[in-house]
């Protein structure tokens, strides 16, 4: 649904988005704003108080055991969705890299 909500955002935008074929990339989308192409890091939360963890342990069954962080070399936009509340913001990768976690209402 965070990507559904990403997706949105950036068309809002007029801006194109793409959805990588594999899921082997540490962004889940490429946007096109006419100049440049940005990878976007899409999470979500449902916590009542809002917190999102910005914390990778690989997904599927694929974890190797380390954690990962946001990272500039991995993305360049972190877009945040709070389900619960509908609340959703776009924060640049430097903002939120090493973080563990940001909060959206």
């Given at each position: 649904m965070g990507v559904g909500r990403a997706i949105a955002y950036y068309s809002a935008k007029g801006w194109a988005a793409f959805i990588p074929v594999?899921?082997?990339?540490?962004?889940?989308?490429?946007v096109d704003d006419g100049e440049r192409l940005i990878k976007v890091e899409v999470k979500t939360t449902t916590r009542t108080n809002g917190e999102i963890s910005l914390r990778t342990k690989g997904g599927n069954s694929t974890w190797s055991g380390i954690v990962k962080y946001i990272s500039t070399s991995d993305c360049d936009v972190v877009f945040v969705v709070n389900l619960n509340t509908g609340g959703e913001r776009e924060y640049p990768a430097t903002e939120l890299a090493g973080r563990s976690s940001v909060v959206i209402k």
């Open positions: 594999a899921d082997m990339s540490r962004y889940d989308l490429i």
